[in-house]
T-cell receptor, first 115, second 114 residues
């Protein structure tokens, strides 16, 4: 049971380059999320999705785009990377709002450095 | 406003002893879940334990237990028989049953001494 997986695990970009981070979950979860975590700080929500074909902005969406074409996948794109986007990126998934709030399950993270 | 407070930035515990990590929360919503996550130095976020606001009994998962005191709005994590591998950052979090949003505390760094 893989849970939540992320690719790649590490990446170095130059300013202005673009890239896509891929998240996949095998738990049939409705909700998926992208967070970033900066040194010494907690997680901040970038974008989230409540179902296939839907996305919404979180706390820090600027400079990022997302897509959820399939229920099990959630993609995070950086169109023109900036040094301020150097961070560790986590994907997470959870079941929907029917019933008690369940946990979010996190992927292993992607460490991105923008030079 | 909904908020999670972890007042212990760092803690030490001797190996094999028990330790309590404090967490208080603030919400006026009656339906919510409380969670603890572990983040070791390798970086991943590991879900440890969950407590629903309507659960009558405290949650337990192996060596982890959640001391849920609803009237005091506290959800402390108790780790019994600490192991060296328990050294990590621990985050308390809350989510309303009606919301997608997971609210995190600032975390407590636990160091287990041999």
């Amino acid at each position: 049971n893989a849970g939540v997986t992320q690719t790649p695990k590490f990446r170095v970009l130059k300013t202005g380059q673009s890239m896509t981070l891929l998240c996949a979950q095998d738990m049939n979860h409705e909700y998926m999320y992208w967070y970033r975590q900066d040194p010494g700080m907690g997680l901040r929500l970038i974008h989230y999705s409540v179902g296939e074909g839907t996305t919404a902005k979180g706390e820090v969406p600027d400079g990022y785009n997302v897509s959820r074409l399939k229920k099990q996948n959630f993609l995070l794109g950086l169109e023109s990377a900036a040094p301020s986007q150097t961070s560790v990126y986590f994907c997470a998934s959870s079941r929907g709002l029917a019933g008690p709030a369940g946990p979010q399950y996190f992927g292993p993270g992607t460490r991105l450095t923008v030079t | 406003a909904q908020k999670i407070t972890q007042t212990q930035p760092g803690m030490f515990v001797q190996e094999k002893e028990a330790v309590t990590l404090d967490c208080t929360y603030d919400t006026s919503d009656p339906s919510y879940g409380l969670f603890w996550y572990k983040q070791p130095s390798s970086g991943e976020m590991i879900f440890l334990i969950y407590q629903g606001s309507y659960d009558q009994q405290n949650a337990t998962e192996g060596r982890y237990s959640l001391n849920f005191q609803k009237a005091r709005k506290s959800a402390n994590l108790v780790i019994s028989a600490s192991q060296l591998g328990d050294s990590a950052m621990y985050f308390c979090a809350m989510r309303m049953d009606s919301s997608y949003k997971l609210i995190f505390g600032s975390g407590t760094r636990l160091l287990v001494r041999p």
